[in-house]
C-alpha cells in the first residue's frame, strides 16, 4: 500500500468511535483540543523554548565529559529506544548525540532482516552492533521489535514471541556481567498525539518520508499495541536491565528527561549536579510505577 491509496480509517479512541482522514490538510479539532493531554499526560503546555534549549545545552556539555571519561576508562554504555511509532525516538537520540564524537558515539536502526538474518539467532545480528572499549551505541528501535511490532503485525510467530521475553532477560544480564551500562528507555504517548503527528508528518514534504504504510495499517491496533507494551515491561524489567518509561507529549520535556537520567546514573570525572538538575517524576517513571495503574 502505498500512501497515495491511504483511505479514510475509522478508529476507536479510547472507547469512542473516530473517523481519521490522514489526507485532510485540517488537522480535526478533537485530536488538536486532546494531543497534549492525552494519555494522563500531566501538563498542558508545553515547556518554554527558551528553558529548553538552556537546560538542553548544559546537559549536553555533560554529555560531552562521559565521552571523554569513556575514552579514558573504556566503558561501554548502550542506550535502546523504544515507543510507538511518532514518539519522538529519533529526535531524543540525535538530542543525546549532537556534540558527541560521532567516532565512538554510533546510532544503530537495523532495517528488516535479510533471508540470512532470519536463518540466525534472532539476537545475532543485534550482537554484532554491540560497543567496543569507550563506545556509546544508541538503538532507535533494538531487539524489542520482537516484543511490540513483530507480534503485533504478525512478523513472528507466538512461540518466537514467548521465546523473546525468556531469552532477553537473560541476554541482558550477561551484558551486566561483562560490565556494559544499559539504558532501556520506553517513550509513551497518547493516542491522540500520535494522530497528531502522523498528520503532521503527512502535510511536512520534509517529513513526509516518515510515514509509512505501516503506520497506517497499524492504526487501529492501538489496545494490541498497550498490551504488548505492558507485557514487555513487566517481563523484562530487572536489577540488572530495568526499564525507564518517558511520558513524551511534550518531546522537549521528554529529552531533557531522558538524558538527565543516563547522566545521574554514570560516575564521570567532572560530573556538575547542578548543570544536571532535578528528575521531574511527572515525566520520568520505571516500569513497575508505569504499570501500577495499568
Same mark, same amino acid.
Given at each position: ?20 482522514? #490522514? ?9 488538536? +483540543?486532546?494531543?497534549?493531554?492525552? =494519555?494522563?499526560?500531566p501538563y498542558d503546555r508545553k515547556l518554554d523554548g527558551d528553558r529548553y534549549e538552556a537546560e538542553l545545552k548544559a546537559l549536553q556539555i555533560e554529555l560531552v565529559k562521559v565521552q571523554f571519561w ?8 548502550? @542506550?535502546l529506544f523504544e515507543g510507538r511509532d511518532a514518539a519522538g525516538k529519533g529526535g531524543a537520540i540525535q538530542a543525546t548525540r549532537a556534540f558527541m564524537n560521532p567516532r565512538s558515539a554510533r546510532i ?30 544508541? %538503538? ?9 511490532? +513483530? ?21 541482558? @544480564?550477561? &551484558? ?39 503506520? #497506517? @495499517? @497499524? ?5 494490541? %499495541? ?37 547522566? *545521574?546514573?554514570?560516575?564521570?570525572? =567532572? ?10 517524576? *511527572?515525566?520520568? &517513571? ?5 504499570? *501500577?495503574?495499568?
Amino acid at each position: 500500500m502505498s500512501l497515495s491509496e491511504i483511505k479514510p480509517v475509522d478508529l476507536l479512541v479510547g472507547k469512542t468511535p473516530r473517523r481519521f482522514d #490522514i489526507d485532510d490538510p485540517v488537522l480535526p479539532a478533537w485530536i488538536e +483540543e486532546q494531543a497534549l493531554t492525552s =494519555g494522563d499526560y500531566p501538563y498542558d503546555r508545553k515547556l518554554d523554548g527558551d528553558r529548553y534549549e538552556a537546560e538542553l545545552k548544559a546537559l549536553q556539555i555533560e554529555l560531552v565529559k562521559v565521552q571523554f571519561w569513556m575514552q579514558a576508562t573504556g566503558r561501554r554504555v548502550i @542506550a535502546l529506544f523504544e515507543g510507538r511509532d511518532a514518539a519522538g525516538k529519533g529526535g531524543a537520540i540525535q538530542a543525546t548525540r549532537a556534540f558527541m564524537n560521532p567516532r565512538s558515539a554510533r546510532i544503530v536502526a537495523l532495517s528488516k532482516p535479510s533471508e540470512t538474518e532470519r536463518g540466525q539467532w534472532y539476537f545475532q545480528r543485534y550482537v554484532a552492533t554491540f560497543p567496543s572499549a569507550g563506545e556509546f551505541v544508541l %538503538y532507535d528501535r533494538s531487539w524489542y521489535n520482537r516484543a511490540g511490532v +513483530e507480534p503485533v503485525m504478525g512478523f513472528c510467530t507466538p512461540a518466537e514471541y514467548e521465546d523473546f521475553l525468556v531469552q532477553a532477560p537473560r541476554l541482558e @544480564a550477561m &551484558l551486566a556481567d561483562e560490565g556494559i551500562v544499559l539504558f532501556k528507555f520506553y517513550l509513551d504517548i497518547g493516542q491522540e498525539m500520535q494522530l497528531k503527528r502522523f498528520h503532521d508528518r503527512r502535510h511536512d514534504p520534509l517529513k513526509v518520508w516518515k510515514l509509512s504504510p505501516m503506520d #497506517i @495499517a @497499524a492504526l487501529n491496533k492501538w489496545q494490541d %499495541y498497550s498490551e504488548k507494551r505492558d507485557r514487555m515491561l513487566k517481563k523484562t524489567h530487572s536489577k540488572e536491565a530495568p526499564w525507564t518509561v518517558i511520558r513524551a507529549n511534550d518531546k522537549r520535556r521528554a529529552r531533557l528527561e531522558l538524558i538527565r537520567h543516563m547522566l *545521574k546514573a554514570l560516575d564521570y570525572e =567532572g560530573k556538575d549536579k547542578a548543570a544536571i538538575g532535578k528528575t521531574d517524576d *511527572k515525566i520520568i &517513571l520505571d516500569a513497575p510505577d508505569f504499570l *501500577k495503574d495499568k
